[in-house]
């Protein structure tokens, strides 16, 4: 009896100690897939703790991949790991480039994309390498030269450059082998980078002439067409004189040029145009006047820019001696208008129109009398306390000005007063109201005066903000 307890025990013993190695392994569906490797052909279904296993690693993979297994897991042991396998540079191609398209670098996986440079293109349809288990796939793409067609000059016409096989970049010139007749198009033409001549092919044609527009000006022997040496006859409109010798029909068109130009402006000898190195100039130029002392140009400078126009100078070039006399511009009441004086010199006796006041002393200076002989007698509406009624502006000699006090300020109501040449008739004043509180400053409102009762004053808060009694903010 108890030999076959003694063999219950060992056999339970045997049991667990199976159980725990099973729980304490790890099962072969559990090992990794997802590292780029191979997985083992003889797999068993549960693995003691610290089995090792070595992985190979899938095609376009090297090295290998080692896993022990440690309380149930499948943990990577040393550094090596299935890493891509390089390729090496995929190769360049002439006249053309590439780019990675797929993957960052030369290893299985990646992909290259080659594209040509302007005026090439691919051989054929295959334009990438993409890098395999053995190597790049596909040959280095070629980048053949664009061609054109061939030039065949036909009649008198003589064609020069590469005439047969022309390829990008090739030009053909093109001539007449006669001097009687001209090209009729592009004397030169190129290859293009799309197989395209970058015009048509021209022609021979007799040397003739249109009729040539002549701006400011007019053909007087107008013929529909005009042959070699003929003579065009041409007039100018007003302002405007024929340029050089007659025009004559040659291989370039009419030489000279038919033209037309505007009247010049010539430099007088005696003028004040300084320094005096030409003699003529054209519309739109300019030159320099400059006067001496007690002189001025006709503009009141002492040096200004003069410019040549259609019609001739803006303004004479000559300098005028420096004068000032009365004009009905100064508001003078002068009956010797005409009377001038010179340069530095104060003005005559004179007396200012109603309205305006005499300067203290004026003299003639190169501008005219400075300061001005009479000034306008003006008053400031600028009053403190105050609303102006009539406008803010410079009120002139008789114009009223009307204002009114504002709030806690007296005397109450409209108030006027006049303009007069020792200034204003009476002088606006507007004081604050003894015992009144001053001004009330409300930030983020408005105050609203009470007209019944000038003791209380309202007030009411702009959008967003709301009045504040005892520190409690209400609705």
Not at 167 to 179: A, L, N, P, S, V
Not at 228 to 247: H, Q
Not at 268 to 290: G, H, M
Not at 335 to 363: D, E, I
Request: aromatic share 10%; charged share 25%.
């Amino acid at each position: 009896m108890q030999a076959v307890g003694y063999g219950c025990f060992l056999i339970l013993w045997i049991c667990f100690s199976a159980v725990a190695k099973a729980q304490n392994g790890c099962p072969g569906s559990s090992i990794p897939k997802n590292l780029n490797n191979e997985q083992p052909s003889d797999i068993k279904d549960i693995y003691a703790s610290g089995d090792a296993l070595r992985l190979s690693c899938q095609a376009g993979y090297a090295g290998f991949l080692r896993i022990i297994c440690t309380n149930g897991d499948w943990e990577i042991s040393g550094r090596r790991r299935c890493d891509p396998k390089q390729c090496g540079h995929p190769g360049d191609t002439p006249h053309g480039n590439f780019m990675l398209t797929r993957g960052e670098d030369f290893v299985f996986g990646s992909q290259v994309e080659y594209t040509c440079k302007k005026g090439y293109i691919l051989a054929g349809k295959v334009n990438h390498r993409s890098c395999m288990d053995q190597g790049w796939d596909n040959a280095i793409p070629i980048c053949e030269v664009v061609k054109c067609k061939p030039v065949q000059a036909t009649g008198d016409l003589i064609a020069s450059g590469n005439t047969e096989s022309p390829q990008y970049g090739d030009i053909i010139q093109f001539e007449c082998r006669t001097d009687e007749k001209k090209i009729d198009g592009e004397k030169q033409i190129h290859c293009t980078d799309t197989g395209e001549w970058s015009a048509s092919i021209p022609q021979c044609e007799e040397i003739t002439c249109k009729v040539p527009v002549i701006q400011n000006g007019w053909v007087t022997n107008q013929k529909a067409i005009y042959k070699k040496d003929d003579v065009l006859s041409f007039a100018c409109a007003e302002r405007y004189t024929p340029v050089g010798r007659p025009s004559t029909c040659t291989y370039h068109d009419w030489r000279p040029k038919p033209q037309c130009e505007e009247n010049v402006c010539r430099v007088d000898p005696l003028s004040d145009i300084q320094p005096k190195t030409r003699a003529v100039f054209y519309p739109k130029e300019s030159a320099t006047i400059v006067c001496k002392e007690s002189y001025r140009t006709q503009t009141k400078k002492q040096r200004d820019t003069v410019t040549c126009g259609d019609n001739g100078w803006s303004f004479s070039t000559f300098c005028e001696e420096i004068s000032c006399s009365f004009t009905p511009e100064d508001n003078v009441v002068w009956l010797g208008y005409g009377y001038s004086v010179r340069h530095k010199s104060t003005a005559p006796y004179y007396t200012c129109k109603n309205g305006f006041r005499k300067s203290s002393r004026s003299t003639c200076e190169i501008t005219g009398w400075e300061p001005p002989v009479c000034q306008a007698i003006t008053c400031d509406p600028k009053i403190p306390n105050a609303i102006i009624l009539s406008g803010i502006k410079k009120y002139t000699l008789g114009e009223r000005l009307d204002y009114e006090c504002e709030l806690f300020h007296e005397p109450k109501g409209k108030q006027e007063t006049f303009c007069r040449e020792s200034g204003w008739e009476k002088k606006p004043d507007c004081k604050a109201i003894k015992g009144f509180c001053q001004r009330l400053v409300l930030e983020n409102g408005y105050l609203i005066p009470d007209k019944s009762n000038p003791s209380v004053i309202h007030y009411g808060c702009i959008p967003g903000y709301t009045p504040s009694v005892d520190g409690w903010w209400g609705n």
